[in-house]
């Protein structure tokens, strides 16, 4: 089994391959609103290291949100194209929150900046793979009041990617995957007020 992980909700673009029981390739590239000038790249690398073609994939898991609403749609959109293109691979998702706590264990307080003293966070307990605290958008003190024995956001997480393959979820119809923002855009918002 050939699998290619990618999150670019983060400051943090994640790309991962296993090829059956094995890590063969994994990055974290920082970023800041530039992820698309490296997403490729990445792909292109951890194809090169695996010794693989990308039609040769099995499956793609996307980190599709919430996070940044640029970066959302990159991992999205190259997980699309490339399940478009060869119609055997298959598409899953994984909640960019899930898949920035699946390094950690215990209760995981997951977090990424949404500015105004709101963050896209939640708290899992990874003992189980559940939610304590379901994925919202909320004030950050009132998650930080909770209960947590570890903490990650949008600059600082580990991956497991083993545990994130176990816990994507298939996409039926690729072509309608829409990622997961939590809220408008700011140019949604402003067209309402």
Do not use: W
């Not at 590239?29 to 194809?47: Q, R, T, Y």
């Not at 949100?65 to 959302?72: D, H, I």
Request: aromatic share 6%; glycine share 6%.
């Amino acid at each position: 089994m050939k699998t290619l992980i990618l999150d670019s909700a983060t400051n943090l673009l994640y790309t991962a391959l296993l090829i059956d029981d094995q890590i063969v390739f994994e990055s974290y590239v920082k970023g800041k609103n530039d992820h698309a000038s490296a997403i490729l790249v990445e792909v292109e690398k951890a194809c090169k290291k695996g010794n693989i073609e990308l039609k040769e994939l099995d499956k793609v898991i996307v980190g599709y949100g919430p996070g940044s609403y640029t970066g959302v749609r990159m991992a999205v959109t190259v997980g699309k194209m490339i399940t478009t293109m060869e119609p055997k691979i298959k598409l899953y998702t994984i909640s960019t929150l899930f898949l920035m706590a699946s390094g950690s264990s215990g209760k995981v307080l997951a977090e990424i900046d949404a500015r105004r003293g709101n963050c896209f966070g939640c708290i899992l307990d990874m003992s189980n793979g559940c939610y304590l605290i379901k994925e919202g958008l909320i004030e950050k003190e009132k998650l930080r009041e909770s209960s947590f024995d570890a903490c990650v956001n949008e600059n600082e997480f580990l991956v497991n990617p083993f545990v994130v393959d176990q816990q994507a979820v298939l996409v039926e119809e690729p072509r309608t995957l829409v990622p997961n923002y939590l809220r408008e855009t700011e140019a949604e918002r402003n067209i309402h007020a």
